[in-house]
Structure formats: structure tokens, C-alpha cells
């Protein structure tokens, strides 16, 4: 029963043959197959990456461009308004101008006229004095003569004199 | 009693199963003979699991061919280490063909593994592809040198141990399938119904399952121990 005999060689044999068996019919397929799968999984997943990679790629241009075209909408506003602010700034200016001209001219107008109305009155004053002097050398009644002369300057004087304040005013 | 053992001796015996009629008669024993029944059903098994395998998996056929494949081959690269991995496909075929030896009893085949010239013969494959792998991996003077490791006072017992290794897991594997297959027939002999039924589950398939896993386990071990260092 516990004998070794030719028994030993043969199962020696066929552990070999089973050995090479299995590996041609039983490890190589399913490895094989296997490898396959992997190498399927991998393709996959660089394809998914390569397109994932392309797909942010064409996000990032998106994005860009959107920013892009903000930023010019932006640049555009901001255009406008300081030309708009530009423009009002010399409209407001040369309004600011033409109204000191305005006043200007019309202070000058007015001193003008002033000067002129007081010549005229110093003219009318002097034009009185010498009436009333030739009056005076040319005789009469003295007492009542000169009360009536002195009254008639005094009309004429206030006369002129409100007269230079109406100009004035005005 | 006497009849029991007998009976026992017997079924203990290697019969020849028969005999090639070639230069004058080849006897075949019967454990050379159920190997090639394990070794028919082992490559038709395969064949058919494997016929139409798919890359992307089409039932469960395939499912069950590939985890077990899987499994098997990622438990031995576990054991045999990244130098060994080489071993992988040996090992997984011995604890193929020892489940199937193991087993097969369940069929009323006489288990291979019963024949001590089949444990013998595991067993010194077991010990040559050991030695040579650490051959291979360390060169002669290395291999050579390792038996002094890690001091050469020890030097005689790793020397016994080529002797000693193949021995230990050649009985280990004769010795558990022997002791199982009497015990199973003790209890068959005395409680035939009903009781053996667990019994034989335990000794036959679970022990069986076992003693393939601890011999391709300690193997592994061995062949790992050999070409690391």
C-alpha cells in the first residue's frame, strides 16, 4: 500500500500535460480576454478624456468671447458717455460765454449810456447857468426877477436830477 | 472486526486498473488512470467555459470562468510574492487538480490523492520548482550560499529541508485524504443512512478542499521563501 512505483512518473507526466493544458485552455483565453477588456476600458477612458479636453477647451473660447464682448459693450458705454460728458462740457462753456458776454456788453451798454445821459445833463446844467446869467446881466426887476429865476433852476435842476436817477435805474 | 479491516485494506490498495498492451504489458494504476479522468474534465470544463468568451460579459458563465480565474490567480500572485509571479499558472493548475482529486471521491472514483505515488509526485514537483526557482533567482552561488542563511550553524537543516518539505507536504495531503477516507467508511460501516451525510461533507469536500489549499499554500510559501531574500 505505501509502495512507489512506476505510479510516481506517469502522474509526474501527467501533471505536466494538465499544466500545459490549462494553461492553453483555461489561462490564456480568460487573460486574454481580459487584456482585451482592459485595453477597451483604456481607450475608452482616453477617449472620454481626450473629448472631456475639448469640450473645456471649447467652453474656455466660449467664455472668452463672452467676456470679450462685454468687455467691448463696456468699453463702448463708456465711450459714449464721456463723449456725451465732453460735449456737454462745451456746450455748458461756451453758454457760460456767451452769457458773461452777455452781461458784459450790457454793463458796458449801460455805463455808455450812463456817461452819455450825464454829459448831456452837465451840457443842460451849464446851458441853464449861462440863461440864467445872461438873464442876470440883461436887467429888470431884481427882487422878483431873481426868485423866479431861482425857482425855474431849482425845477429845472430837480428835473434834471430825476431824470439821472430814472436813467440809473434802468 | 476482522472483516472491517479487511475490507479497509482493500480499498487501501493501489489496483491496477489496467494494462497497456505495449512493450509487454504497462500496467496503469488506478490513480494514474482517475487523473485522466480529472484531467478530461478539467480541459472539457475549460473549454466549454471559455468557448465564447465576450470583452464586454455576456452571462454568467463567463462572470463565473473569469472570478474564478481572477481570484485564483490574484490569491497565488498574493502568496508567491512579484518574483514568483511566474509560478502562478503552476500553482493554480495543482489546486485545480487536487480539488478535482479531492473530490472526485464524491463520484465513486477512488481519489488520486489516496495513492501515495501521486502525493509523492506533487510533492517532489513541488520541491524541484522550489530549488529551481531559487536557482534561477540567485544564481548557483546564491542558492548555495542561502543554506548557511542566517547562520551557518543552521546550514544542516536547511540542507535536511529539501528532504524534509517534499516529505511533510507529500503525508500531509496522503495522510488527511487517508485518514478521511477511513473514517468516512468506519461511519458508513457502522450508521449507513442518514449520518454520513455530514460527515462526508466535512471529510470529503471540506477536508479535501483544505488539504488542495495547504499544499499549493505551503508550495507557494516555499517558492516565495526561495526567490526573496
Known sequence: ?170 | MGELANRLIEELNCETAFTIPLFGGIPIPESVAVTWVIMGLLVVLSIWLTHDLKVVPAGKKQLFVETAVCKLQDMFRDMLGEKGKQFVPYMVTVILYLGAANLIGLLGFKPPTKDLNVTAALAIMSIVLVEAAGIRAKGVKGWVKGFAQPSAVVAPLNVMEIIIRPLSLCMRLFGNVLGAFVVMELIKIMIPVVVPVPFSLYFDVFDGLIQAYVFTFLTSLFIKEAVED
Not at chain 1, 493544458?21 to 472620454?48: G, H, S, T
Open chain 1, 1 to 170: 500500500m505505501l509502495t512507489l512505483n512506476m505510479g510516481l512518473v506517469y502522474t509526474v507526466i501527467n501533471l505536466l500535460v494538465l499544466y500545459i493544458l490549462m494553461k492553453k485552455f483555461l489561462f490564456k483565453p480568460v487573460n486574454n480576454i481580459l487584456e482585451q477588456r482592459r485595453a477597451a476600458i483604456e481607450e475608452e477612458m482616453n477617449q472620454a478624456q481626450t473629448l472631456k479636453e475639448e469640450a473645456m477647451q471649447l467652453k474656455e473660447s466660449y467664455e472668452a468671447d463672452t467676456k470679450g464682448a462685454k468687455e467691448a459693450s463696456a468699453g463702448i458705454i463708456r465711450e459714449a458717455r464721456q463723449k456725451a460728458d465732453q460735449e456737454a462740457s462745451v456746450i455748458l462753456s461756451q453758454a457760460r460765454k456767451e452769457a458773461d458776454k452777455i452781461r458784459t456788453d450790457t454793463e458796458e451798454r449801460l455805463k455808455q449810456e450812463r456817461e452819455k445821459t450825464m454829459r448831456g445833463l452837465q451840457k443842460d446844467v451849464a446851458d441853464l447857468a449861462v440863461e440864467a446869467a445872461e438873464q442876470i446881466l440883461s436887467g429888470g426887476s431884481r427882487q422878483r426877477e431873481d426868485e423866479a429865476f431861482y425857482d425855474m433852476f431849482l425845477r429845472n435842476a430837480g428835473e434834471q436830477k430825476n431824470a439821472v436817477q430814472r436813467g440809473e435805474n434802468a
